[in-house]
């Protein structure tokens, strides 16, 4: 079946060189690169290391050029404020060259650093490619985002200039960005020289002059300015990953490489045409918001939208419906826990019959693992292929995937499919022997890592080596876990520290929410190791239930227990299951499982930064107390 596949597939494997040059006479370049790849000093490999291109020049200008300056490049649609838009590739390049003068009479020059702190709104795409154009690095930090996380970026950054916004929306309240942006100035060693508010309507804030000025001010005398020639090895951006501990890794992105290895993937993983309309329903602040709602979809040449609002509440459960019916959208990208919460609100789908899908073609999850009740719910309800597919921020695009732009693969649920072209991928037992067929171990990847991947860490050459390649010589480390089976599909149970020992035995903690999701009435959940003198560790269960059930909660926990006796056997000392109101998460939809673990032993712990609602960690320790997991 996978010919066509597995040909594509070694040939990336067997001569990265030949591969990715032949890919990358796709992208327009100032200077064609002679170099492919400098092997001289691993684990620092360069891609493509005489070429000189531009990241805007690939997102905007080329389509121009060919003719296609008429064509939609981006729609935004805010439910949460009733406004919607859509502009022209012709319209977009106006706005970001002006833009991009803006900068420049502000002092910006090629290299230089600018944090962008904004909502999901048109300015925060024209901000991120206006740096692009000139050779700004940008450092898109997640709306909302605490203070001191702010500032932490602004110092290892040392940005000159701050982009943000007077506020962003949520459904129900409004987040006001000036006291988070005013604690972050003052709590930052660093000294920003400008900041640039966008006002939103009947929401602006006063500015503080001569520090502070108005996007519209900015724009005065502004003149437009065209693409500036930068080298393939020149950095595009900085997305800092978010850790609970210590400063945040300022993983970097090469500019020849990301734009080779970007536009590749939008035909050859997600099967996208430049005539297509494409939705990432991600954030900015986040790596899918980069690569695939902004660059990717832009590099091909196609359209994609920017959708601020939430898969449940802005209004209903039918609002993905909607976006996908009324801009005749073919793919979609999402988090598994966007359908989750869908499939929780609305279980039989009842908001799905009102529209009409017949453009859609295809679902990608990824962020976190789907379980497959999940996707098997999904499938059933669009009649689409849906695919679980798994990549980093460190990556920037996808790992592991089923390419359905190159030959589709049977799914496998629970399983993110085949290692996708260009990383060799093997699993490493706790001996550093190399996994057969269905062992457990860490997920690594062979180098060097193809193009688009982190080359190094801002600043941070020694931080690099040290926390991803030096456990492993010759190998990428993912930190996550799980096995490959003998047809060579990846099975990601768990990060690395998900694994618990049990005993003795080594289980995975997504085996076991594999398990619970299929019971009927569970919605989502999440399964965690504690401690325990006699075993090591023990397995709990947190489920949250759909909407409208009125079994017992105390029967439900029952029978989650016996599905996994009987699935994964006595071995996992299974016996408690939880029944709670809501899991605590990240904003960009990723389960806290490390902080309820901690919570759950008693440990100390910081509140993560990135987490979506605070008040859910004191839900989940009364409900630890309650059941006797956590004293008093």
């Known amino acids: 079946m996978a010919d066509k596949f597995n040909k594509i597939y070694q040939e990336s494997i067997q001569n990265p060189e030949k591969f990715w040059q032949n890919v990358s006479e796709d992208i327009f370049w100032f200077k064609k690169p002679t170099k492919i790849l400098n092997k001289s000093k691993p684990p620092f490999y360069k891609w493509f290391e005489d070429g000189v291109t531009n990241t805007c020049y690939n997102a905007i200008d080329t389509h121009i050029d060919q003719g296609n300056g008429d064509k939609t490049a981006l729609i935004y649609d805010s439910p949460i404020t009733n406004n919607k838009a859509k502009f022209t590739y012709n319209e977009l390049r106006n706005r970001i060259s002006k833009f991009a003068g803006a900068l420049d009479n502000q002092g910006i020059k090629k290299g230089d650093r600018v944090i962008i702190y904004m909502p999901m709104i048109p300015e925060a795409v024209i901000a991120m490619l206006a740096c692009g154009r000139i050779g700004a690095i940008h450092s898109v930090v997640f709306g909302g985002f605490a203070s001191n996380e702010l500032a932490s970026r602004i110092d290892d950054s040392k940005a000159k200039i701050l982009i943000t916004a007077s506020c962003g929306f949520e459904p129900g309240r409004t987040v006001e960005y000036r006291p988070l942006v005013d604690g972050a100035l003052k709590l930052a060693k660093h000294k920003?020289?400008?900041?640039?508010?966008?006002?939103?309507?009947?929401?602006?804030?006063?500015?503080?002059?001569?520090?502070?000025?108005?996007?519209?001010?900015?724009?005065?005398?502004?003149?437009?300015?065209?693409?500036?020639?930068?080298?393939?090895?020149?950095?595009?951006?900085?997305?800092?990953?978010?850790?609970?501990?210590?400063?945040?890794k300022g993983i970097v992105r090469d500019v020849?490489?990301?734009?080779?290895?970007?536009?590749?993937?939008?035909?050859?993983?997600?099967?996208?045409?430049?005539?297509?309309?494409?939705?990432?329903?991600?954030?900015?602040?986040?790596?899918?918001?980069?690569?695939?709602?902004?660059?990717?979809?832009?590099?091909?040449?196609?359209?994609?939208?920017?959708?601020?609002?939430?898969?449940?509440?802005t209004p209903d459960a039918g609002v993905f419906w909607r976006i996908i019916s009324e801009y005749n959208i073919k793919s979609l990208f999402t988090a598994p826990t966007a359908f989750r919460a869908i499939k929780k609100e609305d279980p039989d789908g009842k908001f799905f019959s009102k529209y009409d899908l017949s453009s859609f073609e295809s679902l990608f999850l990824a962020g976190?693992?789907?379980?497959?009740?999940?996707l098997k719910w999904a499938e059933n309800l669009l009649n689409v292929p849906v695919i679980d597919h798994w990549w980093q921020t460190e990556t920037s695009w996808a790992i592991s995937s089923n390419c359905t732009g190159i030959e589709m693969q049977k799914t496998k649920y629970g399983s993110a499919c085949k290692a996708v072209p260009g990383y060799d991928v093997k699993i490493i037992k706790p001996d550093h022997s190399i996994a057969k067929p269905n062992e457990m171990g860490d997920i690594v990847v062979k180098l060097p890592l193809p193009p688009g991947t982190f080359p190094t860490l801002w600043n941070a050459d020694k931080r690099y080596e040290e926390n991803y390649m030096s456990n492993y010589k010759g190998y990428y480390q993912t930190y996550d876990a799980g096995h490959i089976d003998e047809d060579g599909y990846i099975w990601i149970m768990s990060r690395t520290d998900d694994i618990i020992n049990v005993a003795g035995h080594r289980l995975s903690t997504g085996a076991i929410e594999e398990v619970l999701s299929e019971h009927q009435s569970v919605a989502e959940c999440a399964v965690l190791g504690i401690a325990d003198k006699l075993k090591g560790q023990l397995p709990i269960g947190l489920v949250v239930l759909k909407s409208g059930v009125e079994k017992e909660n105390d029967t439900i926990s029952q029978e989650c227990i016996k599905m996994v006796r009987d699935k994964i056997g006595p071995v996992a000392a299974f016996k408690v299951v939880i029944v709670i109101k809501r899991l605590p998460k990240t904003r960009s939809g990723k389960i806290l499982r490390g902080t309820i673990r901690k919570i759950a032993d008693g440990e100390d712990y910081k509140m993560p930064a990135t987490i979506d609602d605070p008040a859910i960690l004191d839900e989940i320790t009364q409900s630890l107390i309650e059941n006797k997991i956590l004293k008093n």
């Open 368 to 374: 976190e693992r789907a379980d497959p009740d999940t």
């Open 192 to 248: 920003v020289e400008k900041v640039i508010f966008f006002q939103r309507k009947d929401h602006e804030v006063k500015l503080n002059s001569p520090l502070e000025i108005s996007w519209e001010e900015s724009l005065v005398n502004a003149k437009d300015k065209d693409c500036v020639e930068i080298g393939a090895n020149e950095f595009a951006y900085i997305l800092y990953t978010s850790g609970t501990t210590g400063i945040p």
């Open 256 to 313: 020849g490489g990301h734009i080779v290895a970007l536009k590749w993937t939008m035909k050859n993983i997600y099967n996208v045409d430049e005539n297509d309309v494409w939705w990432s329903a991600s954030d900015i602040g986040w790596i899918v918001g980069h690569s695939y709602i902004v660059y990717a979809p832009l590099f091909k040449g196609c359209t994609t939208v920017l959708f601020e609002g939430k898969p449940v509440g």
